[in-house]
Each structure stands twice: as structure tokens, then as C-alpha cells.
């Protein structure tokens, strides 16, 4: 259906920034929302951030509340994660994921890109 693949992942020193991508191909007409989720070392995935195609709303955890900030290039199909004033508590692998309704789970996944904060 679609396919996603993440990319601008990499070391930092704490305090700094990165952008993520995301790039959608296949259907997608058919995302409703593209949302980005991490899992840290050792951790549970947990949601991040997300976005509705149309751009309407934006929802984010309160961990990244005021640092990082979800958006999308339609025209690109793309969905980008800015993250700035980064902790060592972000290093994760950060995937994005689609979803295709309001009432749909996140069903299409990328592949992961490894972000790590030294401290």
C-alpha cells in the first residue's frame, strides 16, 4: 500500500538538532495521518509526534513538546521531525508509520533511523 522510508539520523552532542525524513511512496492517497514513534535502547516504542496529511492538526508527547516539531511537503510526499535542544534521553531508533483512518492503527512502518545524543 505505501511504503515509507526514513532518513537524517545520526550522532549529536546534546543540546543539538536534527532533522528527520520521512519519504511516502506507493497509495498515498490513502494516509489519513503519518505519525513518528521511537524506541529507546532497552525500551518499549512510544509515540512521538504525528500529523494529519492534510496538515490540519499536529499532536505531540509531552517529552518533545516545544522542541521538536512535526511537518509535512505534500508535494514531496514527505513528512519531516525537526528536533532541536536534544537530550541523551532521545537516543532511540525513530520510525515513522501510516495510518489510513481516524479509527485505523498505524499499519505501514519504515524501517528505522538510529538517532543518538552523547552527553
Known amino acids: 500500500q505505501v511504503q515509507l522510508v526514513e532518513s537524517g539520523g545520526g550522532l549529536v552532542q546534546a543540546g543539538g538538532s536534527l532533522r528527520l525524513s520521512c519519504a511516502a511512496s506507493g497509495r498515498t492517497f490513502s494516509i489519513y495521518a503519518l505519525g513518528w514513534f521511537r524506541q529507546p535502547p532497552g525500551k518499549e516504542r512510544e509515540f512521538v509526534a504525528q500529523?494529519?496529511?492534510?496538515?490540519?492538526?499536529?499532536d505531540y508527547a509531552d517529552s518533545v513538546k516545544g522542541r521538536f516539531t512535526i511537518s509535512r511537503d505534500n508535494a514531496k510526499n514527505t513528512v519531516y521531525l525537526q528536533m532541536n535542544s536534544l537530550k541523551p534521553e532521545d537516543t532511540a531508533v525513530y520510525y515513522c508509520?501510516?495510518?489510513?483512518?481516524?479509527?485505523?492503527?498505524?499499519?505501514?512502518w519504515g524501517q528505522g533511523t538510529q538517532v543518538t545524543v552523547s552527553s
Open positions: 508509520a501510516a495510518a489510513y483512518s481516524r479509527d485505523s492503527s498505524y499499519d505501514a
Open positions: 500529523t494529519r496529511w492534510s496538515g490540519v492538526t499536529q
